[in-house]
Every structure is written in C-alpha cells, then in structure tokens.
C-alpha cells in the first residue's frame, strides 16, 4: 500500500533554484524574432494584396480613359458634322435671303424656315454644351479616384515604413464611394 497525505504540505520541496539567464534571455530573442518574421509575413502577404487591388484599379481606370477616349472621338467626329451641318445651313440661309428680296410674295414661309433652322443650331448648340460638360465630370470623376486611389498608396507605404500601429483596415461603401481608414477598430 502506497502512503497518502490527506493534509497540504507548506514546505517547499525544492531547496536551491539556478536561473539561466542567457537562455532566458536567447528564449525571449527567438520569441521576438518569430512575432517579427510572423509581422513581416503579414506586411509582405498585405502588399500583396494591395498591389493585386491596384492593378485591378488601373486595368480599370485605362479601360474607362480608352472608352473616353472613344467617346471624344466620336465626339469630334461629330462635331465636324454638326460644323458641316451649320455651313450648309448657313449657306441655305443667304440663298433664303436671296431669294427673299428677289420673291416678295413668299417672304412669310421663307422666314418661318428660317426660324426653325435657327430653333435647329439652337438645339444642336445645346446638346454640344451639354455633351462637354458630361465629358468634363466624367473626366473630374476619374481624376478624382486617381487621386484617392494614390492616396491610399502613400498612406499605406507610409504606415509600413514608418512601424506605425498594425496595418490598417480599409472599409469601402457602396453608396456614396468614400473610403475611411481605421486603426485597430478605432475610427
């Protein structure tokens, strides 16, 4: 039969300690150096991550300046037209006018013609300013994700290469396209 003590014993049962303090020492080494290759695993998968997401971006953005591109060509292209158009009826116009003075008696309809070709380059001239300011915001909304997008990149770099607080977290709404940067859950 085998002896058991039912009460605690408040002895200790050991009588010298010996602490290695260079092992400890090598222990908390080997530690930190894990935690930093474990954070420069992250840093390198995060930039990664980023430059895969910006090159997503740009394909895009080159992929919208190659439609705008398109869109102004088809643009000038029309407006050569509509140009054509405004000399040719410019043209008709002084044969109206001609014809006018020499033909008194169909003055009243050559007139109404003229109003309506007047009421015509009105409208043309119309959709020409509306179609350049269209293709301004268009172009103000592709300068202006350019810019954010760099923005982003340089706040990114600049995290890294200063050690600031872990990597940030990026939250993107769909709604109104703002993007916001938050640390550590804080905002």
């Avoid at 908390?28 to 971006?57: G, M």
């Avoid at 015509?120 to 119309?126: D, F, G, Q």
């Amino acid at each position: 039969m085998i002896y058991e003590n039912k009460e605690p014993i408040n002895a200790p049962n050991q009588r010298c300690f010996r602490r290695d303090h260079l092992s400890e020492f090598l222990k908390e080494q080997q530690h930190a150096s894990d935690l930093l290759s474990e954070s420069i695993n992250r840093v390198i998968c995060t930039t990664d991550e980023q430059r895969i997401a910006q090159t997503k971006r740009w394909q895009e953005v080159n992929h919208q300046l190659t439609q705008l591109h398109a869109m102004i060509g088809k643009d000038r292209l029309v407006e050569r037209e509509v140009l054509d158009k405004m000399l040719e009826q410019t043209h008709r116009q002084e044969q109206l006018f001609e014809q006018i003075e020499n033909k008194g008696t169909v003055q009243e309809d050559l007139l109404m013609r003229m109003k309506q070709q007047e009421a015509l380059m009105e409208k043309m001239l119309r959709k020409i300013a509306n179609f350049r300011s269209i293709l301004f915001e268009r172009t103000s909304f592709l300068t202006d994700k350019m810019e954010d997008n760099y923005h982003l990149t340089t706040t990114l770099i600049y995290n890294l290469w200063s050690g600031s607080d872990p990597l940030p977290t990026f939250h993107m709404s769909r709604e109104n396209e703002k993007k916001s940067i938050s640390k550590n859950g804080g905002s």
